[in-house]
């Protein structure tokens, strides 16, 4: 039974780090998706836009960024990537919870960056010298990813460092 | 570290001169010229709407002219070629380019008029194919279609809908008309769509059987010729081959006029130059024999031009500094490291009335925090190479662009600092190397300590960057208020909140809840916090009792109390921060990742394979990606968090009457460029 319980903690650290990398992702595909429906669209019209939409489109494509990073520290904690270690049953679902901030802020986040970066996309459409400020408001949506990234991150390095 | 001091010039010659007079102003390209409205009936405007229309009329002409040539015989280019920049043109050149303007122009439209003529016999081609097409099934009929019988008969020729053998023709109209007696039916071709018949009769009953055929959906063809099928198939195709000999002779033609194209790039200058100067014109208030001229003239370049003018001509100029409500427009002069970051200021807004200059400051910032973010020796090595590559070999540069790439370099070689103090090469490709493939792990140390290993460290450090960032934007509020003897608006919006964020913050590092949440190592003694404790309560308390702007007393206290709640505030800002440690970790972590990766199938040849193909895909990848978030969060902390902290910005960008070409530059103005 110990035994059962120690290998729960283990796939409870792999579930979170699959959460972080799938909703993460997930979300970034959706921002990236629509953001790359409404570039295409400028392009059509003027093709010289192509650079500035490009970026644009990009942005809501860090959070699966990040959501690959929690998910490849948190793999490599619990020894799926290098050396093996034990982890326990609550360890396990410490890591677990660990990834939460990740997966769950990545995914909303990143689809809301996508929209805002399509607002951007139709404003550098009309006003192309514009584009910083373009460039600032789905910058504004990604602060919350980052703060996720950060707790997430703090989180399980923490963990890591508690001996249960 | 300047806005450049403004003057308003007025200038007033003869109008013999204007022509002269305006085109040193243009080529000087100091001068913006404003709008004078006459007062009297002695001045008036000219109106040169129509030439100017001309000649940007003329200028979209050839810039048409120039894509029917890239069209039909595109330049080679390579990426390369958008850092090159304008080509120089010697005054030489500039005479001899422009004398033969109206033969460039005439080239230009015929240019024009041949690519039309292209698109109209391509057309031409394919109403052809389809009327060639319509007329397939009717190849097997060695009569008109519009043959409509003899004296004694009729014949009815057309189509009937769906796919039918002769006898089922034969029994439906048997079935239609049963009085008919003769009448003779030829299949000329069968199609799933369709069934082509020619049905003859005798004169007699040919309303019974026009009846009949058209109960069973016969339908004549559309706009029969008069020729047999296959005779006006010959003459259909003659009319397609000749159109697209049309086509071949038209685009052989452009392609041997790809020599002028340098003429007409020329003529697009040369016409927007002009038309540039005949807006001017329209500006000025003009009498019989004088015109008055206004605008605006940074102060450094007064003497030059009163000189260069006074000289030449008989001439009034005068100068005087703006009033408050002129809406003098806005020139920076920053020195040679901070000008890389003008567009960046530029692209938030320039700054507006009475407002400094924050460039210079704000340039430290960002080479350091962009650095932070992407903090690895070889990305940033990599960054500063090429775009110095690229500065040295383009000596043309668009100066904007120019900016840009320097700005580049710089945040590069700041990037590589940040590498080397973090111990960040590729990630980690130096241990993962010397691990996979020489068998023996070597660790460059770190400079000062790695990021991933002490993450609280990192993360206290980049805070404390941040409130050093925001303190610095408070700074400059302050010396905005003091410059400006607004003495009770630096004491309430600067001063006060210094006491209460500071104080606060070494509060805080006074209590043991704070020293072990940041794990750090040393704590400030009790009573020194209670100190600041008492400084920041006493900067609440100002903060409550100073920035309410009401009569009533209460209102008053509900403002300062409103104001108060900005706190949080900066709580959010100093939070927002910690974007440096994510982004920073994220650049070495993901590449950290590729290097794993790439080193998974070992040591030996297929292993160095295998990771050198990982290494330059994903590094690539990964520095584009992050090069691109260290751009947009750098801007977001000089947008948000320090411009909120001091700046409004509004001023209008200062736009001289100068020649705004494309393609050449004219040498003339190197002089004063």
């Known amino acids: 039974m110990a035994n059962l319980m120690a290998n729960l903690g283990l796939a409870f650290a792999i579930l979170g780090a699959a959460l972080a990398a799938c909703l993460a992702g997930a979300g970034s ?7 790359g429906q409404a570039a295409a669209g400028v392009v059509t019209e003027d093709p010289n836009k192509f650079s500035k939409v490009l970026v644009l489109q990009l942005l809501p494509g860090t959070q699966g960024i990040y959501g690959l990073l929690i998910a490849f520290i948190c793999l490599s904690q619990v020894g799926v990537i290098g050396t093996p270690v034990e982890v326990s049953f609550a360890k396990g679902l410490m890591y677990f919870c660990a990834c939460l901030p990740m997966a769950i802020a990545g995914l909303v986040s990143a689809k809301f960056q996508g929209q805002a970066s399509v607002a951007s996309i139709g404003l550098v459409a009309k006003k192309p010298d514009q584009f910083g400020k373009a460039m600032i408001f789905p910058a504004m949506v990604e602060t919350y990813a980052i703060l996720a990234l950060l707790i997430s991150l703090l989180a399980i390095m923490g963990v890591s460092n508690i001996n249960i | 570290m300047a806005v450049l001091q403004m003057q308003r010039i007025s200038i007033c010659a003869l109008k013999k001169n204007r022509k002269q007079i305006l085109e040193t102003l243009q080529r000087r390209g ?6 004078i409205s006459p007062q009297d009936s002695v001045f008036t405007k000219a109106d040169t709407s129509q030439a100017k229309a001309q000649f940007e009329k003329n200028a979209a002409t050839a810039s048409q002219a120039l894509e029917v040539l890239d069209t039909y015989e595109p330049l080679k280019t390579s990426m390369l070629d958008m850092f090159a920049g304008q080509a120089l043109l010697s005054v030489e050149d500039y005479e001899a380019f422009s004398k033969e303007r109206d033969e460039v122009m005439r080239i230009a439209n015929l240019l024009v008029s041949l690519n039309k003529k292209v698109a109209e016999n391509k057309a031409e081609i394919l109403k052809l194919q389809a009327q060639l097409d319509a007329l397939t099934p009717w190849l097997g009929l060695d009569l008109s279609l519009r043959f409509t019988g003899t004296r004694t008969t009729a014949a009815f020729i057309g189509s009937l809908p769906d796919e039918q053998t002769l006898e089922a023709v034969y029994t439906q109209l048997a079935e239609h008309a049963p009085e008919v007696s003769a009448v003779n039916v030829d299949l000329i071709s069968q199609s799933k769509e369709q069934t082509c018949v020619m049905v003859v009769c005798p004169r007699a009953d040919a309303p019974a059987v026009e009846e009949a055929l058209r109960a069973m959906g016969f339908v004549r063809p559309a706009s029969p010729a008069k020729e ?12 397609q081959a000749e159109a697209e000999k049309a086509v071949a002779a038209a685009e052989e033609e452009i392609r041997g006029l790809a020599g002028m194209r340098d003429s007409l790039r ?3 200058d040369y016409f927007s130059t002009r038309s540039e100067k005949y807006d001017a014109i329209g500006r000025l208030a003009q009498s019989r024999c004088t015109f008055l001229l206004s605008g605006y003239i940074p102060q450094r370049d007064c003497a030059a031009l009163e000189a260069e003018l006074g000289g030449k001509f008989d001439i009034s100029i005068e100068f005087e500094t703006p009033s408050e409500e002129d809406d003098a427009p806005t020139l920076l002069k920053n020195n040679y490291m901070a000008q890389t970051v003008e567009g960046i200021l530029e692209s938030y807004s320039l700054p507006g009335k009475g407002e400094i200059d924050p460039t210079p400051i704000m340039a430290v910032f960002y080479y350091f925090l962009f650095g932070l973010m992407l903090s690895d020796f070889a990305y940033g090595a990599m960054l500063a190479i090429a775009t110095g590559v690229l500065l040295v070999k383009f000596k043309n540069m668009d100066a904007g662009l120019r900016n840009t790439m320097r700005m580049f370099c710089y945040c590069g070689i700041s990037t590589a600092i940040w590498g080397i103090v973090f111990s960040s090469y590729f990630g980690d490709v130096v241990t993962v190397v010397s691990r996979t493939f020489f ?5 460059i140390p770190p400079l000062w300590f790695t990021p991933l290993d002490d993450p609280m460290r990192m993360l206290v450090f980049c805070m404390a960057v941040g409130i050093i960032h925001l303190f610095t934007g408070l700074g400059i509020q302050l010396y905005q208020h003091l410059k400006a003897k607004r003495y009770m608006d630096a004491l309430a919006k600067v001063v006060f909140w210094y006491m209460l964020v500071g104080g606060g913050i070494l509060f ?3 209590t043991e809840m704070v020293i072990s949440i940041l794990q750090l190592k040393f704590m400030l003694p009790a009573q020194v916090g209670s100190i600041f404790g008492w400084v920041a309560v006493i900067g609440a308390i100002g903060i409550v009792l100073t920035n309410g702007d009401s009569k009533n007393p209460l209102v008053r206290f509900a403002q300062g109390l409103y104001e108060l709640y900005n706190v949080t505030g900066y709580l959010g800002d100093i939070l927002s921060y910690s974007r440096l440690l994510a982004l920073g970790l994220a650049t070495g972590v993901i590449g950290s990742v590729i290097n794993q990766m790439g080193s998974m199938a070992g040591g030996g040849v297929i292993g160095a394979i295998l990771f050198i193909v990982v290494f330059l895909f994903g590094h690539s990848l990964n520095l584009g990606i992050n090069l691109l978030g260290a751009y947009v969060h750098c801007n977001r902390l000089q947008y948000v968090e320090f411009f909120g902290k001091f700046y409004e ?9 100068a020649p705004h070409t494309k393609y050449y530059k004219f040498k003339e103005d190197i002089h004063n460029g």
């Open chain 2, 266 to 268: 020329f003529m697009v």
């Open chain 2, 649 to 657: 910005g509004g001023g209008r960008k200062f736009q001289p009457f």
């Open chain 1, 29 to 35: 595909a959706i921002g990236v998706g629509v953001a």
């Open chain 2, 228 to 239: 047999p099928p296959a005779e006006r198939k010959v003459m259909l195709e003659q009319s």
């Open chain 2, 30 to 35: 100091v001068v913006e010229i404003t709008d």
């Open chain 2, 508 to 510: 805080g590092l006074s």
């Open chain 2, 439 to 443: 068998g023996h792990e070597v660790i």
